[in-house]
């Protein structure tokens, strides 16, 4: 029991964290090192001899024999008469080295070494997991849901290891529970107040684009390429791809037979609708396929503001800006150019009427709901089905069938 069982808490880190012979030994031998020069005033003739595997060390003290008369340092030097009682053929002038016993540092001192020792072990743990993730930003990570709270999640990788999901970076519609297995991108690792702090997220643009590589090899060997990345968290992303090989469609590629490959993609993010689009340097042609599923009629496209403005049929106005205008906001991000949406002037739109004439009849949070879908006139809501209707809104059937009472009116 002479070493106190000091190597206990690091044989434990050890199997845990796996840290290297070269470390393990240089951290116990630092710690023995600071020790000896609290007792002794300096380390520089002792051996300190550490056997990792058995937990064991020992400790040689390396000292000058002089005549009795001339002892100095009691540290460095050794009378020739002390000598002599360890072995009695030792003349002056030569080295004895005798074993130091934990025993003669005192009880305080090896409580002390004791501390020291787990102070470094931990800082050693605390530096693996920084040095660890430091470079994985960008890379998917699968963990344990460990503890939840109000404002994160704490999850713990396969070797225990805590890493943070805060509440702004989960899908809004994510529900673990403890024990659950999920999966995140790695956006942020940090050092704070000389903690490893390891920040996930399920809503950065870099997870959909890491599970794209796992479900597309072709993404993953870089015969497709992502151009660009928008995402609304749980509710619509819209992804821009290119291949290089004119033999593969990027996009049925992605979208795997029978949407197969993008399936898991959304079961992961909670049923997100995904557009897949093949990017081109043919702006219009861009812009065109970035508000799908609408169908464009024309468009006119001021480079110098960036600014486009596209012409659509007026059944396809609420498809270009879709539920909350999320479309077309989608659409604006991944083209970066700020889309304005009209309605293509038919034969019989001088006989439309604008919604706003209507507010004496229907409630302005009901006008405002169309308005949303695109809907600004009284024909444009008429030109969509019932079902369209309860489908893009957030409005009861039977308000919906109100309002379209009250419009059909307007034309008898």
């Given amino acids: 029991m002479e070493n106190l069982n000091l190597f206990d808490t690091f044989s434990e880190f050890k199997e845990l964290k796996n840290i290297d012979r070269v470390t393990m030994m240089s951290v116990l031998e630092d710690v023995f090192r600071s020790l000896l020069q609290k007792n002794y005033g300096s380390d520089e003739n ?4 550490i056997n990792i595997d058995k937990g064991d060390f020992e400790i040689w003290r390396n000292r000058e024999v002089v005549e009795d008369d001339d002892l100095e340092d009691p540290n460095l030097q050794i009378s020739l008469s002390q000598a002599k009682l360890i072995d009695e053929d030792y003349e002056v002038g030569e080295e004895v080295s005798d074993e130091v016993k934990m025993k003669d540092f005192g009880r305080r001192s090896i409580l002390s070494l004791r501390q020291n020792l787990s102070s470094r072990i931990l800082e050693l743990e605390k530096n693996s997991v920084y040095l660890k993730y430091k470079d994985r930003t960008g890379d998917i990570v699968t963990g344990e849901v460990y503890q939840i709270w109000k404002r994160e999640i704490l999850v713990l990788d396969d070797e225990g290891n805590e890493l943070i999901l805060p509440k702004a970076e989960q899908i809004p519609s994510d ?9 995140a991108v790695v956006v942020a690792v940090e050092m704070r107040n000389a903690n490893p702090l390891i920040i996930l997220s399920r809503t950065s643009p870099m997870f959909l684009e890491r599970l794209f590589e796992l479900e597309v090899p072709e993404i993953f060997d870089g015969l497709i390429t992502i151009k660009k990345i928008v995402r609304v968290p749980g509710e619509r992303a819209k992804v821009a791809v290119e291949s290089y090989d004119e033999r593969i469609d990027p996009v049925g590629a992605c979208v795997g037979m029978k949407g197969s490959r993008i399936h ?19 702006l219009n042609l861009f812009i065109s396929r970035a508000l799908s599923p609408a169908k464009i009629t024309s ?3 001021n480079e110098d503001e960036k600014k486009a403005e596209v012409y659509l049929q007026p059944k396809e106005v609420s498809l270009a800006i879709g539920k909350g205008g999320l479309n077309i906001k989608l659409a604006s991000q991944l083209t970066g150019y700020e889309i304005d949406v009209y309605r293509e002037m038919n034969e019989d739109d001088d006989e439309d009427v604008n919604l706003e004439e209507f507010a004496d009849e229907i409630e302005g949070w009901v006008l405002d709901e169309l308005k949303n879908i695109g809907c600004d006139t009284a024909k444009s809501v008429l030109n969509l089905t019932l079902e369209d209707l309860v489908k893009r809104t957030d ?3 039977e308000t919906i069938r109100e309002v379209m009472n009250v419009l059909k009116a307007e034309f008898e």
């Fill in 299 to 301: 468009i006119k496209i």
């Fill in 264 to 282: 898991g993609i959304v079961r992961e993010l909670r049923n997100e609708n995904i557009d897949v689009i093949n990017y081109t340097t043919n």
């Fill in 175 to 183: 529900f673990f529970r403890k024990g659950d297995t999920m999966r």
């Fill in 395 to 397: 409005l009861e059937e």
């Fill in 46 to 49: 002792f051996d300190i001899i």
